[in-house]
């Protein structure tokens, strides 16, 4: 099988299951592979399991008891699969329902709610849900077909469950490629199968005689719900399950790491990643020589063109604008800014790389494309801030360019404004949640400048991760899933346009 890693997944108490509705009980979990981890860094002993010891010895146990199961219910009874990478002192281990109670009773709920409520609007397909209480699970629902079924479709799932959400969402395009492909294996051979019986004895056929006639040809009606194995006419299909989620689980872990942002620290933060400790949970934990200094005052985007503002902050420029122009001109400059329309700052030189020093600063680096001193007009294609003086020839505002003039005080008319914001587009009846979060932000008083900036770093971040999830499952070609990947994201159809004018700064295929 073709897999392929782009982005992966951390070595936590994660678990992936495959679900099932039984005609007969209902949703069901069949298998589940989990991860166990010694972190034990001391020794170097090869063991036979990585986890709990009494976890191996543990029987398989069903948490409503007499509840009676068919065959379409079990996979591999009390058995259990195990792989181990002593490199990493890791163990995956598969058994067909979780082995300790509290995942048990969290992946039963989960389950349900992949089979019948949370399902995918063409009810196959991915979705997300949870909540922190109950965790975090990523569905990926899809059907095999299947001779004796009803509808000749036998419905399942593939769940992922996690604990942290944001994990588990910048997971979606990684995960999803991959079960995909799990999905496409174990279809081709519950095709090839059904094909077969189909050739044998046309089941659509049998039953309409049946219902007509009441009598029965080539197969007993009154079977049970059939196990998977037979579905697929693949006897070690749970093996092939097992290593396929094993390799999902560890390629992932080998590839995806947790980065503390330094661009927030200050210079002098000295940490040692040899006295480094791990937790159970996964995380990593540093020794540092000195307190950690968040060095906020320190502008993110001071570049040589911004050096002769350096008494001035972003923040603070921000603040003089809105109070200058009002909500409604100002509400127009944030728009253009956050999603790619082009700001073109007119006026004297100190006034003019202020503001374009501010409202740049809205955008993740990678997407600014400033020039603040240009000797003639450049288009959007060169450059999306750009400043010119008042002698420079500039084309009329359009929906394209939002233009910003600022006139000096010399020149300024007695009761005229100073700065002037010239743009023909219209803003949408819903705005980007972005922009509405930054408007209050900016009006809460109560908020000092350094604090604010340290908010608009942390909605920066949190937004340009969500432009890279997104962006990279479009590089894949999952455009059918984009609606509900956003929808879990936090962002909405309103947020299209700043999601793809921040793509812009990312790799033309990430895939």
Not at 121 to 145: A, I, M, N, Q, W
Not at 346 to 366: C, D, F, M, N
Not at 435 to 457: C, R, T
């Amino acid at each position: 099988m073709r897999l392929h890693i782009c982005i992966s997944f951390i070595a936590m108490n994660a678990a992936i299951a495959l679900c099932t509705f039984c005609e007969i009980h209902g949703p069901k979990v069949i298998f589940t592979t989990q991860t166990y981890r010694n972190y034990d860094n001391q020794s170097k002993e090869k063991l036979k399991f990585y986890g709990p010891k009494e976890i191996l010895k543990q029987a398989q146990t069903t948490v409503d008891e007499g509840q009676q199961e068919c065959e379409g219910c079990q996979s591999i009874n009390n058995l259990k699969y195990l792989s181990n990478e002593h490199d990493t002192k890791t163990s995956f281990l598969s058994a067909q329902q979780p082995l300790t109670q509290d995942i048990e009773i969290l992946l039963k709920h989960a389950c349900i709610r992949s089979l019948s409520c949370e399902v995918h609007p063409g009810k196959e397909g991915v979705c997300y849900f949870g909540d922190e209480y109950r965790g975090h699970v990523l569905s990926r629902t899809f059907t095999l077909k299947d001779a004796q079924a009803r509808g000749f479709r036998r419905w399942c799932s593939f769940i992922v469950f996690m604990r942290d959400k944001q994990f588990l969402l910048n997971m979606w395009p990684f995960l999803i490629d991959n079960l995909r492909e799990v999905i496409r294996e174990l279809q081709d051979c519950a095709e090839r199968k059904y094909n077969i019986e189909e050739a044998e004895c046309p089941q659509r056929t049998m039953r309409l005689t049946t219902a007509n006639s009441g009598s029965t040809s080539c197969h007993n009606t009154t079977k049970q719900v059939r196990a998977l194995s037979s579905i697929t006419n693949e006897k070690h299909v749970y093996v092939r399950i097992h290593m396929w989620l094993v390799w999902i689980l560890s390629a992932g872990a080998r590839h995806f790491i947790e980065i503390l942002p330094m661009s927030l620290l200050d210079k002098e933060f000295d940490y040692n990643l040899e006295h480094r400790i791990e937790t159970e949970e996964g995380f990593t934990l540093v020794n540092t020589k000195l307190p950690v200094n968040l060095n906020l005052n320190t502008e993110e985007s001071q570049t040589s063109e911004f050096s002769e503002i350096s008494n001035n902050t972003a923040i603070l420029i921000l603040r003089n604008l809105k109070e200058i122009l009002g909500k409604d001109q100002f509400r127009q400059l944030l728009y253009s800014s956050l999603t790619g329309i082009q700001i073109l700052v007119r006026g004297p030189k100190t006034q003019r790389i202020e503001s374009l020093h501010g409202l740049s600063s809205l955008v993740p680096k990678a997407c600014r494309r400033v020039h603040t001193q240009a000797v003639e007009y450049l288009d959007l294609n060169k450059y999306n801030f750009i400043g010119v003086d008042t002698s420079v020839a500039v084309p009329l505002p359009s929906a394209n360019v939002c233009r910003l003039d600022i006139i000096s005080d010399e020149h300024k008319a007695e009761n005229t404004p100073s700065h002037i914001v010239k743009w023909t587009g219209l803003l949408p009846l819903k705005l980007p949640t972005l922009l509405l979060k930054l408007e209050k932000s900016l009006e809460d008083k109560k908020l000092g400048n350094s604090v604010l900036k340290a908010h608009f770093i942390a909605l920066q971040k949190e937004w340009a991760n969500i432009a890279r999830v997104v962006h990279a499952m479009r590089g894949r070609g999952h455009r059918a899933d984009l609606s509900g990947l956003m929808l879990s994201l936090g962002a909405g159809p309103h947020d299209k346009k700043l999601l793809d004018a921040w793509s812009m700064g990312l790799p033309s295929n990430p895939a």
